[in-house]
């Protein structure tokens, strides 16, 4: 297959980028974002999961939050490029909600294949949030280790770093079975399941460590063996999610920082005028749009051209974590002493975007893996 | 299908093909001699003549100045120098000599030019049979660039022109000059006017032109200065004081983003089969370096700096796609922008690397017979500031790109 000029970008993923945009703005403008998610600024408080349930009723209802279940399971099947235009925007607006683990989990229950799968797919598609839960307590993301353990039809062990664990219904497990890593399907509420809170420094999240005391499965999504090659086939659309949601959160970051370098006089001059202020939000805006332009290609690639994408992939991921950082660092440094408080917004999108950074491996380990397959392993 | 060839329309489609084989039956025979890394160091007669017979060859196929009216010696297409671009950077065809010309002087005698002046001096400079120079930057106008200094003063329908151009590429070997003169010492920028100056003709009457001696020990680059030289009012671009008006014509197209695509060969330089990218040629030089007796391509700090290199490599190209599609860009000037800082820094980065990945090698020059690739990436680190500094310097690009695309205050 061949690879679009234009990205695969058709008339109804543009359409939907645009309605995604104008839904965010009106229902969760920055000041709006901030009383919800930022009204207790104590460090010691306890874990928050503060959401709006009725806006995710809502674009459950708009089918967004099914948009990437195939057809066969009752969902639209958009393609990539479309899903990653919606979550582009939800970064724009930071917006907290089950959005990117449900699509995340979409991918790899659609790698699986199985009827079980698919089952959980269909409860996706009607407005089920979900989440997975594959990584260990030494932050192995690629689903190459796991802490939880399946026998007898029940899941022993804890899962760690899992992603909106609060607002989800339904957990993707990654566990082993004699050391062969399976994935299997538990319901939030199920007996002998203990979601704990995380306390994380990201306001816009919930995440949690699950432990798992003889919970029993509810499905086996993909058996003993068949986890890695699923997650492998799903990485790419993880990677290039949580890229997108960077790109969109980095241009509202960018936006907002120029703009008040418009404004802010000092020394008689809107400080926008100094090269000091004004070349780091240039070279922001040349980071934004290279890993902007590698987020499409890497969905583009997710669409038409399977076998380039996980390099696509890893190139999206690891220019927008370190484009984050980046962006992240000057918005709260050019505002200078506002950037500091707590009232000013610019620290949401900043503990955002430091969560997204490290989520599924930042730009180092994104690099290394992409070295090895460019350049071939270290040796070779 | 390939990726380029969809969505074109069939004219497109068929100029495509048409390129592809002409290109196919005509691969221009290996260069006599060693030709430099651009055409902007271009220093003998052989290595000049080779690339103008390359150029004039592509242009009799039809292959330069496919978007420019027929009139005027174009091909009198639309849409179609891309296409053309992409097949000789595809085969990887020499680079064309005639590069001011086509990237700068043409752009803006088509757009601010006389009827009479296009008609005489675009068919000649799209073929290369007459070699172009830009008249811009002075001892006391860098980044200043409208504080230009040398006069053109009014006589009767002519002009008298004094004063001295510095870092001017190809002058030695240019038929014409595309001139940056003050016409009013009243006003900064409103008293600039744009002309076109046949210098070859005047050498030795009113214009002397003298080479400088780049950081790489090569020529290339000249000082020219005038003294009473007499030019027809005819030369004249646009009216008088709207010089600044017509530079920014210039400067757009020379910062690859103006309106019309410059016509661009694969930059193929001798004994080189094949342009691959910065990146694939790192790697490969990783994996035969080696650092502190161990091999670069084995380090994970080379590792990780070839793989940023290669991530902003293709980001680039694929930001230049993107540009091309107007619903994924919110300004349409804002990647056309920055296209010359993006490639002019990525050139030295990577330089800059090559440099660290060979090691202890890296010390050898061109002159060395155990430097790898013959100095190749010393030279081209050396090389790669005047692409940092010319045609406005990275500074003055990105205060171009904070004033016109983010709306900050203007530095000047």
Redo the contacts between chains.
């Keep these: 297959m061949?690879?679009?000029?234009?990205?695969g970008?058709g008339d109804e993923a543009?359409m939907l980028r645009d309605a995604a945009r104008r839904f965010f703005q009106t229902n969760m403008p920055a000041d709006r974002l901030h009383r919800l998610v930022a009204a207790n600024p104590d460090p010691a408080r306890e874990p928050e999961c503060a959401w709006d349930r009725g806006l995710w009723q809502q674009m459950a209802e708009l089918g967004w939050t099914g948009l990437a279940v195939p057809e066969r399971a009752g969902g639209l099947g958009m393609p990539c490029v479309a899903v990653t235009a919606l979550a582009e925007e939800a970064g724009r607006a930071a917006f907290p909600s089950p959005l990117l683990p449900t699509l995340h989990a979409t991918y790899v229950l659609a790698a699986c294949g199985t009827q079980a799968a698919d089952a959980a797919l269909a409860e996706i598609a009607e407005g089920r949030a979900a989440t997975l839960a594959l990584t260990n307590a030494r932050g192995v993301w690629d689903g190459a280790a796991s802490d939880v353990i399946f026998s007898d039809g029940k899941l022993n062990g804890t899962a760690w770093y899992v992603q909106d664990a609060r607002k989800a219904e339904l957990f993707v497990v990654l566990a082993l079975e004699n050391g062969r890593a399976g994935l299997y399907l538990v319901r939030a509420g199920a007996a002998g399941m203990d979601v704990v809170a995380d306390a994380i420094v990201d306001l816009t999240r919930d995440q949690a460590h699950i432990r798992f005391d003889g919970v029993a499965v509810e499905s086996v999504l993909a058996p003993a063996g068949a986890a890695a090659a699923v997650i492998r086939a799903a990485e790419p659309a993880l990677l290039t999610l949580i890229a997108a949601d960077m790109c969109g959160a980095a241009e509202w970051q960018?936006q907002t920082t120029?703009e008040y370098?418009?404004v802010r006089q000092q020394f008689d001059?809107?400080i926008?005028?100094f090269?000091a202020?004004?070349?780091p939000?240039?070279?922001l805006?040349?980071q934004i749009?290279?890993?902007?332009?590698?987020v499409?290609?890497a969905a583009c690639a997710i669409d038409n051209e399977p076998a380039r994408a996980l390099r696509a992939a890893h190139?999206a991921k690891?220019?927008a974590s370190d484009m984050a950082a980046f962006g992240s660092s000057r918005s709260v440094q050019l505002h200078g002493g506002i950037g500091f408080t707590w009232e000013c917004f610019v620290h949401l999108y900043f503990k955002r975007q430091l969560h997204n950074q490290m989520l599924m491996g930042d730009g180092?380990y994104h690099?290394?893996r992409?070295?090895d397959l460019?350049?071939g392993p270290?040796?070779a | 299908m390939s990726e380029s060839a969809r969505r074109e329309s069939p004219e497109q489609a068929e100029f495509r093909a048409r390129c592809r084989r002409w290109l196919g039956a005509n691969v221009p025979p290996p260069a006599p001699v060693r030709l430099p890394q651009t055409a902007l160091e271009i220093m003998t007669r052989a290595q000049l003549d080779y690339l103008c017979a390359w150029q004039k060859a592509a242009y009799d196929a039809g292959l330069v100045g496919c978007d420019y009216p027929v009139e005027y010696g174009g091909g009198g297409r639309s849409d179609c120098q891309r296409i053309a671009n992409e097949e000789m950077q595809r085969i990887g065809t020499p680079y064309f000599p005639n590069v001011i010309g086509l990237g700068m002087a043409a752009p803006t005698i088509f757009h601010h030019g006389s009827e009479q002046l296009k008609r005489e001096l675009l068919p000649k400079l799209l073929s290369g049979e007459e070699i172009w120079c830009q008249g811009f930057s002075e001892p006391g106008a860098g980044s200043d660039l409208a504080s230009v200094q040398t006069f053109a003063e009014p006589r009767g329908d002519k002009w008298i022109i004094n004063g001295h151009k510095v870092w001017t590429s190809l002058a030695h070997f240019a038929s014409w000059m595309i001139l940056l003169a003050r016409t009013d010492k009243a006003g900064k920028h409103a008293g600039l006017s744009y002309f076109v100056v046949p210098i070859e003709a005047a050498l030795g009457k009113g214009v002397t032109v003298r080479p400088l001696i780049k950081i790489t020990g090569e020529t290339g680059f000249n000082e020219v200065l005038f003294e009473d030289l007499e030019i027809d009012d005819g030369m004249r671009l646009d009216e008088v004081g709207k010089g600044w008006t017509v530079a920014m014509t210039t400067l757009l197209h020379e910062r690859g983003a103006g309106p019309l695509v410059t016509p661009q060969s694969g930059g193929r330089r001798a004994g080189e089969s094949e342009d691959t990218g910065n990146a694939s040629r790192l790697i490969e030089l990783a994996r035969h370096s080696w650092r502190n007796g161990a091999r670069a391509a084995d380090d994970p700090v080379i590792r990780d700096r070839i793989m940023q290199l290669a991530i902003r490599e293709d980001g680039f190209a694929l930001n230049q796609k993107r540009a091309r599609v107007p619903a994924l860009a919110e300004d349409m000037m804002r990647i056309p922008l920055q296209w010359k800082l993006a490639i002019s820094e990525l050139s030295q980065d990577a330089a800059a690397l090559a440099l660290d990945i060979e090691g202890a090698a890296s010390s050898l020059y061109m002159a060395d017979p155990n430097a790898p690739q013959g100095g190749r990436w010393p030279l081209a680190y050396l090389n790669s500031f005047g692409m940092t500094i010319a045609a406005g310097t990275s500074e003055v690009q990105r205060n171009i790109l904070g004033e016109r695309v983010l709306g900050l205050a203007k530095t000047r």
């Design positions: 061949s690879m679009p000029r234009d990205f970008f543009l960018l120029a370098a418009r001059r809107p926008g005028f090269q202020v004004k070349h939000l240039v070279e805006m040349m749009d290279t890993a902007r332009s590698h499409y290609n190139m690891a220019c180092p690099r290394a992409l070295a460019l350049m270290v040796g």
